[in-house]
């Protein structure tokens, strides 16, 4: 069951809230913003401090609709700060939708909503009469953090990887070679590849929680139950990763399964290592398929293992551990979704966003 909505929204007033330490924030994004909507509505933090303070006044204003700039944890930490304030509120104000611009690194939220490349233009289709749905969006709990994914394995590991090939490159001719999905292939070859080469796949156990487990087939239909507190796999591993959002950034489609908005995708992958590297289009696009991956929609999950695994997440390593919990967010966000709506025909039925004094959208935060 998916978390989207099938009635299309506009927004009237809208704010953007911009991490200024992500390199695409700049001074000059800030002035072609100020274009399509009031200077006084675009938020340019560079501390947590401001970015607290900002959302503080976002909250208070009741705006329709708030965009964040500079990555998916941009976004998180908008949402964390704007519960917050809504939990510390003595007048419940209405929460605001959120929406997410073409700003970060990865993009893994800003793709799968559709917000375009061109942020102006995603600005724009916000403000037409059936300018997007709304997406009911349950995120990753991991170690404290919200994130859209993390994991064990192939995917952390390789971000360790690309750290490491960026610090090793930076200031020198070949510097480009550690930037971006250049950088994250570069790193995979030089160094990840190797690894599983040269190194056996640590052996995992993985338990689920205390909410009935699906192991998904081919379509993603459901082929198996497990009960609470079941074992779901025990043996060696490439990667152990979960997420509710079906990529891992720049197009990269991790988990073909993770939009049901009521489950995580788990995903488990044993496959030689000579078989991932040629199948590494299918894989992007997430149409892979084989007897050695595994692909379970979980609610809880936690990952055993006697030795150290790398962890990440978000994209950001985290350091090596022995188990790790994951947990689906109790709590959703409201999501600005344009990629229905850019498709819509001439005379589809629009829908104006909730008055401020309605708490249809505050009941389900």
Known sequence: MSGHTNTYHSAKRIAILLNGNARKVTQALVDQLSYTVPRKDIYFSKTLEEAKRFCQLIYER????VFTGGGDGTLLNGVTELQRCHEQAVTKRRFPV???LHLGTGN???????????ITKTIQQAQKTQGFALREQHWVEVNGESTPFAGTGLDSLMINHYKKLKDQLKDGPFAFLGEGLRGYLSALFVYTTPHFFTQPFPEIEVFNGNKPAYLLGPKGDYVEEFAPGARLYKGPAMMSSVSTVPCFGYGVKGFPFAESGQHMQLRLAFPPVLEALINIPRICRGTYRSKKLLDFHVEEVTVRSDELLPL?????PKGYHHEVTYKLSEKATWLADFRAAQQLPARQPTKSLPPANTTDIISHI
């Open 312 to 316: 990440q997440i978000g994209g950001d």
């Open 62 to 65: 009741e705006y329709d609709l």
């Open 98 to 100: 959120l929406g997410v």
């Open 108 to 118: 893994a939220v800003a793709g799968f909503l559709g917000a375009r490349a061109n």
